[in-house]
């Protein structure tokens, strides 16, 4: 939601990135839940947050080939 209101393209990009490091970060986290015999069943929000980061990635990359 930040990034739309981003206040130039660099302001944008830079809002991207941060979103990517913190999708990269929860990843972490649910890797470790995932490894934790007393944490519900996360695989679900695994897969959800793949095609998060699949959208960012895309969208950072399509910026760059600008």
Same mark, same amino acid.
């Given at each position: /939601?930040?990034?739309? #209101?981003a @206040?130039?393209?660099g &302001?944008? =990009? #830079? $809002? /991207?990135? =941060?979103?990517?490091?913190?999708? &990269?970060?929860?990843?972490?986290?649910? /890797?470790? !839940? &995932?490894?934790s015999?007393?944490?519900?069943? !996360? *695989?679900?929000?695994?897969?959800? +947050? @793949?095609?998060?980061?699949?959208?960012?990635? $895309?969208?950072?990359?399509? +910026? *760059?080939?600008?």
């Amino acid at each position: /939601m930040e990034a739309q #209101h981003a @206040e130039s393209r660099g &302001d944008f =990009i #830079h $809002k /991207m990135k =941060i979103a990517a490091k913190e999708a &990269d970060e929860t990843q972490y986290w649910l /890797m470790l !839940c &995932d490894n934790s015999q007393s944490y519900p069943d !996360c *695989k679900g929000l695994i897969v959800k +947050l @793949e095609e998060i980061q699949r959208v960012l990635n $895309k969208i950072l990359s399509s +910026l *760059k080939g600008r």
